[in-house]
Protein backbone atom coordinates (compact mmCIF):
# COMPACT_ATOMS: atom_id res chain seq x y z
CA UNK A 1 0.00 0.00 0.00
CA UNK A 2 2.64 2.28 0.69
CA UNK A 3 4.47 1.76 -2.50
CA UNK A 4 1.30 2.33 -4.53
CA UNK A 5 0.50 5.96 -2.74
CA UNK A 6 4.28 7.14 -3.22
CA UNK A 7 4.07 5.87 -7.14
CA UNK A 8 0.84 8.34 -6.92
CA UNK A 9 2.11 11.11 -5.33
CA UNK A 10 5.35 11.13 -7.74
CA UNK A 11 3.09 10.73 -10.95
CA UNK A 12 1.31 13.92 -9.78
CA UNK A 13 4.39 15.97 -8.97
CA UNK A 14 5.57 15.23 -12.99
CA UNK A 15 2.08 15.97 -14.06
CA UNK A 16 2.13 19.36 -12.10
CA UNK A 17 5.38 20.49 -12.74
CA UNK A 18 4.63 19.56 -16.87
CA UNK A 19 1.78 21.51 -16.53
CA UNK A 20 3.78 24.53 -14.94
CA UNK A 21 6.62 24.19 -17.63
CA UNK A 22 4.06 24.19 -20.44
CA UNK A 23 2.14 27.54 -19.22
CA UNK A 24 5.72 29.48 -18.66
CA UNK A 25 6.90 28.33 -22.22
CA UNK A 26 3.43 29.61 -23.76
CA UNK A 27 3.48 32.99 -21.55
CA UNK A 28 4.05 35.95 -23.57
CA UNK A 29 7.54 37.89 -23.26
CA UNK A 30 9.58 41.04 -24.52
CA UNK A 31 13.20 40.31 -25.05
CA UNK A 32 15.80 42.84 -25.30
CA UNK A 33 19.35 43.82 -25.59
CA UNK A 34 20.26 47.45 -24.55
CA UNK A 35 23.70 48.89 -24.01
CA UNK A 36 24.74 51.76 -21.68
CA UNK A 37 27.65 53.95 -22.43
CA UNK A 38 29.67 56.19 -20.15
CA UNK A 39 32.89 58.11 -21.25
CA UNK A 40 35.98 58.73 -19.80
CA UNK A 41 39.51 60.19 -19.82
CA UNK A 42 41.95 58.19 -18.66
CA UNK A 43 44.07 58.46 -15.92
CA UNK A 44 46.50 55.74 -15.18
CA UNK A 45 48.77 53.85 -17.32
CA UNK A 46 50.11 50.60 -17.18
CA UNK A 47 53.54 49.75 -19.43
CA UNK A 48 55.67 46.41 -19.89
CA UNK A 49 59.50 46.95 -19.17
CA UNK A 50 62.07 44.21 -20.56
CA UNK A 51 65.63 43.78 -19.79
CA UNK A 52 67.61 40.66 -20.90
CA UNK A 53 71.58 39.79 -21.21
CA UNK A 54 72.65 37.02 -23.63
CA UNK A 55 75.99 35.04 -22.13
CA UNK A 56 78.13 31.92 -22.62
CA UNK A 57 76.61 30.53 -19.23
CA UNK A 58 73.23 30.76 -17.45
CA UNK A 59 74.87 32.26 -14.42
CA UNK A 60 76.61 34.80 -16.35
CA UNK A 61 72.83 35.67 -18.57
CA UNK A 62 71.32 35.84 -15.21
CA UNK A 63 74.34 38.08 -13.09
CA UNK A 64 73.39 40.50 -16.85
CA UNK A 65 69.96 40.82 -16.44
CA UNK A 66 69.72 41.07 -12.71
CA UNK A 67 72.09 44.35 -12.43
CA UNK A 68 69.77 45.80 -15.46
CA UNK A 69 66.82 44.92 -13.27
CA UNK A 70 68.46 46.82 -9.90
CA UNK A 71 69.54 49.81 -12.14
CA UNK A 72 65.88 49.67 -14.16
CA UNK A 73 64.17 49.62 -10.32
CA UNK A 74 66.50 52.38 -9.16
CA UNK A 75 65.39 54.49 -12.31
CA UNK A 76 61.53 53.80 -11.21
CA UNK A 77 62.08 54.84 -7.55
CA UNK A 78 63.39 58.31 -8.60
CA UNK A 79 60.79 58.66 -11.23
CA UNK A 80 58.51 58.50 -8.26
CA UNK A 81 57.16 54.59 -8.90
CA UNK A 82 56.98 52.90 -5.85
CA UNK A 83 58.38 48.95 -6.04
CA UNK A 84 54.36 47.46 -5.34
CA UNK A 85 53.76 49.74 -8.38
CA UNK A 86 56.87 48.02 -10.68
CA UNK A 87 56.25 44.37 -9.77
CA UNK A 88 57.99 41.13 -11.57
CA UNK A 89 55.88 40.09 -14.56
CA UNK A 90 57.57 36.95 -15.77
CA UNK A 91 61.27 35.65 -15.50
CA UNK A 92 63.24 33.49 -17.56
CA UNK A 93 67.06 31.71 -17.85
CA UNK A 94 66.95 29.57 -21.57
CA UNK A 95 69.09 28.17 -23.67
CA UNK A 96 70.44 29.82 -27.09
CA UNK A 97 70.58 27.54 -30.17
CA UNK A 98 71.30 28.03 -33.18
CA UNK A 99 71.29 25.90 -36.62
CA UNK A 100 74.75 24.73 -38.14
CA UNK A 101 74.10 24.12 -41.46
CA UNK A 102 77.65 22.21 -41.78
CA UNK A 103 76.99 20.00 -39.41
CA UNK A 104 72.96 19.84 -39.51
CA UNK A 105 72.46 20.25 -36.32
CA UNK A 106 71.40 22.86 -33.78
CA UNK A 107 74.43 23.84 -31.90
CA UNK A 108 74.15 24.89 -28.18
CA UNK A 109 75.62 28.77 -28.49
CA UNK A 110 74.56 30.32 -24.87
CA UNK A 111 71.84 31.31 -22.31
CA UNK A 112 69.41 34.48 -22.36
CA UNK A 113 67.73 35.33 -18.98
CA UNK A 114 64.91 37.83 -19.80
CA UNK A 115 63.07 40.20 -16.91
CA UNK A 116 59.83 41.63 -17.03
CA UNK A 117 58.64 44.31 -14.92
CA UNK A 118 54.57 45.76 -14.82
CA UNK A 119 54.54 49.20 -14.20
CA UNK A 120 51.51 51.07 -13.22
CA UNK A 121 51.58 55.13 -12.99
CA UNK A 122 48.82 56.32 -10.84
CA UNK A 123 49.09 59.54 -12.00
CA UNK A 124 48.91 59.51 -15.79
CA UNK A 125 51.63 63.10 -16.07
CA UNK A 126 54.36 60.54 -14.59
CA UNK A 127 54.37 58.03 -17.58
CA UNK A 128 56.16 59.95 -19.90
CA UNK A 129 58.84 60.72 -16.98
CA UNK A 130 59.14 57.29 -15.99
CA UNK A 131 59.59 55.87 -19.74
CA UNK A 132 62.36 57.82 -20.30
CA UNK A 133 63.96 57.17 -16.79
CA UNK A 134 64.27 53.50 -17.81
CA UNK A 135 65.60 54.27 -21.04
CA UNK A 136 68.30 55.86 -19.92
CA UNK A 137 68.71 53.10 -17.43
CA UNK A 138 69.43 50.47 -19.77
CA UNK A 139 66.04 49.16 -20.10
CA UNK A 140 65.95 46.28 -23.45
CA UNK A 141 62.48 47.44 -24.24
CA UNK A 142 59.23 49.25 -23.60
CA UNK A 143 56.03 47.48 -24.19
CA UNK A 144 52.68 48.17 -24.99
CA UNK A 145 51.08 50.57 -22.71
CA UNK A 146 47.47 50.83 -22.14
CA UNK A 147 45.47 53.15 -20.13
CA UNK A 148 42.74 53.05 -17.53
CA UNK A 149 41.00 54.87 -14.89
CA UNK A 150 40.46 55.29 -11.39
CA UNK A 151 36.99 55.84 -11.15
CA UNK A 152 36.34 52.93 -13.97
CA UNK A 153 33.96 50.80 -10.76
CA UNK A 154 32.20 54.01 -10.19
CA UNK A 155 31.61 54.35 -14.13
CA UNK A 156 31.01 50.79 -14.90
CA UNK A 157 27.98 51.16 -12.54
CA UNK A 158 27.02 54.09 -13.72
CA UNK A 159 26.50 52.03 -17.76
CA UNK A 160 25.23 49.54 -15.97
CA UNK A 161 22.08 51.71 -14.94
CA UNK A 162 21.73 53.40 -17.90
CA UNK A 163 21.70 50.07 -20.11
CA UNK A 164 18.70 48.37 -17.77
CA UNK A 165 17.41 51.92 -18.22
CA UNK A 166 17.67 51.48 -22.15
CA UNK A 167 16.31 47.95 -21.83
CA UNK A 168 13.11 48.70 -19.94
CA UNK A 169 12.40 51.78 -22.61
CA UNK A 170 12.53 49.24 -25.69
CA UNK A 171 10.56 46.81 -23.73
CA UNK A 172 8.02 49.85 -23.08
CA UNK A 173 7.79 50.71 -26.84
CA UNK A 174 7.64 46.97 -28.26
CA UNK A 175 4.95 46.19 -25.83
CA UNK A 176 3.06 48.93 -26.80
CA UNK A 177 3.65 48.94 -30.38
CA UNK A 178 2.58 45.40 -30.15
CA UNK A 179 -1.09 46.56 -28.77
CA UNK A 180 -0.23 45.39 -24.85
CA UNK A 181 1.62 46.77 -22.12
CA UNK A 182 5.45 45.63 -20.29
CA UNK A 183 5.23 43.68 -17.42
CA UNK A 184 7.46 42.61 -14.85
CA UNK A 185 10.52 41.68 -15.09
CA UNK A 186 11.62 38.28 -15.51
CA UNK A 187 15.04 37.99 -15.98
CA UNK A 188 18.36 40.28 -16.41
CA UNK A 189 21.72 39.45 -16.66
CA UNK A 190 24.66 41.43 -17.96
CA UNK A 191 27.72 41.16 -20.69
CA UNK A 192 31.57 41.42 -19.70
CA UNK A 193 32.00 45.23 -19.60
CA UNK A 194 33.99 46.71 -22.93
CA UNK A 195 36.74 49.42 -22.21
CA UNK A 196 37.01 50.42 -25.58
CA UNK A 197 39.46 52.77 -27.48
CA UNK A 198 42.35 51.80 -25.96
CA UNK A 199 45.68 53.15 -27.36
CA UNK A 200 48.58 51.34 -27.22
CA UNK A 201 52.21 51.73 -28.17
CA UNK A 202 53.66 48.43 -29.90
CA UNK A 203 56.80 46.66 -28.04
CA UNK A 204 60.18 48.92 -28.86
CA UNK A 205 63.84 48.00 -28.57
CA UNK A 206 65.23 50.51 -26.97
CA UNK A 207 68.85 51.97 -26.68
CA UNK A 208 70.17 54.39 -23.53
CA UNK A 209 71.28 57.60 -25.07
CA UNK A 210 70.40 61.10 -24.09
CA UNK A 211 67.18 62.04 -24.64
CA UNK A 212 66.45 64.95 -27.56
CA UNK A 213 62.75 65.60 -25.74
CA UNK A 214 60.86 64.23 -22.87
CA UNK A 215 58.65 61.68 -23.84
CA UNK A 216 54.82 62.94 -23.68
CA UNK A 217 51.70 60.86 -23.56
CA UNK A 218 48.25 62.02 -24.33
CA UNK A 219 45.49 59.24 -24.35
CA UNK A 220 42.13 59.30 -25.76
CA UNK A 221 38.97 59.58 -24.31
CA UNK A 222 37.83 55.83 -24.12
CA UNK A 223 34.42 53.91 -23.58
CA UNK A 224 33.27 52.12 -20.72
CA UNK A 225 30.34 49.79 -22.50
CA UNK A 226 27.86 47.59 -20.73
CA UNK A 227 24.93 45.25 -22.46
CA UNK A 228 22.50 44.05 -20.26
CA UNK A 229 19.66 41.68 -21.93
CA UNK A 230 16.10 41.06 -19.96
CA UNK A 231 12.73 39.18 -20.55
CA UNK A 232 9.58 41.08 -19.18
CA UNK A 233 5.99 40.16 -19.13
CA UNK A 234 4.02 40.84 -22.16
CA UNK A 235 0.50 42.52 -20.96
CA UNK A 236 -1.87 41.92 -23.64
CA UNK A 237 -5.17 43.93 -24.14
CA UNK A 238 -8.09 42.74 -21.77
CA UNK A 239 -10.72 41.77 -24.30
CA UNK A 240 -13.88 43.15 -24.12
CA UNK A 241 -17.21 40.94 -24.40
Known amino acids: ?15 MLGLSVAGYAEESQVVVSASGKVSVKPDMAEFGIV ?9 KAAAETAEKYRTVQDALRSAGI ?3 DA ?7 SPRWEWDQSQGKSLLKGYSARHTIMVKVRSLGKTGKAI ?13 ISFSSSNYEMLRQQALAAAVVNARRDAVIMAQAAGGRLGQLIEAS ?23 APTEIAPSEQDIVVTVHSRWRFMGAAIVK
Request: proline share 6%.
Open 1 to 15: MKKKLLFVTICCFVV
Open 51 to 59: VKSDAKTAE
Open 82 to 84: SLE
Open 87 to 93: PTSSYTV
Open 132 to 144: DAVVQAGADEVQS
Open 190 to 212: VSQPVYGDRPSMEAMSLKAAPMQ
